[in-house]
């Protein structure tokens, strides 16, 4: 049988630098110059999508990156269960 520490060792490598490359993309207006990050269908959407992170996080979720909305922009959001 093999030993599942292996993975969960690259795991927690993994979740340890994801937060700080989610957060490195340019989130705006998708007509900027140098933006990775365009915008969500609508402002019913961006709600709808922080209520769902807000869920989660209620739920026991961590918030490591992202999460927050302005308008229909949305920053890359990462949850750790």
């Not at 630098?17 to 969500?40: I, Q, T, Y």
């Not at 999508?49 to 302005?70: N, P, R, S």
Request: net charge positive.
């Amino acid at each position: 049988m093999r030993s599942g520490a292996p993975r969960r060792k690259v795991a927690g490598e993994f979740v340890k630098k994801l937060p700080a490359k989610a957060a490195s993309p340019p989130a705006d207006d998708p007509r900027g110059s140098n933006v990775v990050l365009g915008s969500v269908v609508d402002t019913t959407a961006a709600e709808r999508i922080q209520g769902l992170v807000a869920d989660a996080v209620k739920k026991g979720a961590k918030l490591l990156a992202g999460g927050e909305v302005e308008g229909t922009i949305m920053k890359a959001t990462v949850l750790d269960a």
